[in-house]
């Protein structure tokens, strides 16, 4: 009997912190007003997992890449992370119409940046020029005048390579998260 009233008690106590709290984040955030509010959002979504896993590898295990199965010449944590965050260069270079401010050493990040520091300083840094160059975007530029592709394929939209940058991080982010599971470290977006 004491253990029923026990439960009763617990279950109404935790059902009551949960409403207090939901009622203090019922308020939505406001819808987008516009499409660079859109992709300013999705691009801060990405990132938001992104970096902190970065963070999260010890440096030690930076030069980590998977040999057990089907796993030869996969890029190592450290070129992950520096692969992103050289396509986020070039890709908001190509939307800014100017070249990247840093050498990006091609899609494989500068053989100069080693240390975790530097390299995460190289992602962080990244992702906020690509919201510079999200923050050039809106209704009239979003799918013209066409600029020109980093990659080499003619011409692309803003619109376009800034959905590709959002899936491109997420796409790594997943080879990440991997990663840090491999060398047990439960990724920061999954922790309680």
Do not use: C, W
């Not at 970096?51 to 295990?61: L, N, W």
């Not at 590709?164 to 309680?192: C, F, K, T, W």
Request: proline share 8%; glycine share 8%; net charge neutral.
């Amino acid at each position: 009997m004491k253990q029923a009233i026990l439960n009763v008690v617990t279950g109404l106590f935790l059902l009551s912190a949960l409403t207090t709290a939901l009622a203090q984040n019922s308020k939505p955030p406001d819808p987008p007003k516009s499409a660079r509010e859109v992709l300013d959002r999705s691009l801060s979504g990405v990132e938001r997992e992104f970096v902190p896993a970065a963070e999260a590898m010890p440096e030690d295990k930076y030069g980590f890449a998977p040999t057990n199965g089907e796993f030869k010449g996969v890029r190592t944590f450290a070129q992950q992370i520096k692969h992103v965050a050289a396509v986020n260069y070039m890709v908001g270079a190509s939307i800014l119409g100017e070249k990247p401010p840093v050498d990006t050493g091609g899609e494989n990040g500068p053989d100069a940046i080693k240390s975790k520091d530097e390299i995460v300083k190289f992602a962080k840094d990244s992702f906020a020029y690509f919201h510079k160059a999200v923050g050039t975007i809106d209704d009239k530029n979003l799918v013209s005048p066409p600029i020109n592709s980093p990659f080499g394929e003619g011409k692309a939209t803003r619109l376009g390579m800034t959905t590709l940058i959002v899936g491109h991080v997420m796409d790594h982010y997943g080879q990440v998260v991997e990663y840090l599971r491999m060398n047990g470290i439960i990724p920061p977006a999954s922790r309680q």
